[in-house]
């Protein structure tokens, strides 16, 4: 068994920073990937930002230089530095990890965390 663990949403004003957090605890061999989705309401679930074991990041268009997404292997942690954030960044977000774990290859997602954007 895998648990993911978010920390760090709330509310910001446009134009201030939130810093993400997800902890990964658990039966894990070896992790491939993590990252960080967003779902706002009524829309389907996207894919903000990503990276692979050997540092490899990927970001969706809308939040490039903005948001930066790393990682502490060590403790099997992936963070999302959100600054210059916009009402348009308000969604619940999701931390996502592929893992090679006690049950095989798996895809764990977290439990969400708000993020609202607002004056």
């Known amino acids: 068994q895998v648990q993911l663990v978010e920390s760090g949403g709330g509310l910001v004003q446009p134009g201030g920073s939130l810093r993400l957090s997800c902890a990964a605890s658990g039966s894990i061999f070896t992790i491939y990937a993590m990252g960080w989705y967003r779902q706002a309401p009524g829309k389907q679930r996207d894919m903000v930002a990503t990276i692979t074991s050997g540092d490899s990041t990927n970001y969706a268009d809308s939040v490039k230089g903005r948001f930066t997404i790393s990682r502490d292997g060590a403790k099997n942690t992936v963070y999302l530095q959100m600054n210059s954030l916009k009402p348009e960044d308000t969604a619940v977000y999701y931390c996502?990890?592929?893992?090679?774990?006690?049950?095989?290859?798996?895809?764990?997602w977290g439990q969400g965390t708000q993020v609202t954007v607002s004056s």
């Open positions: 996502n990890v592929q893992l090679l774990g006690g049950l095989g290859y798996a895809n764990w």
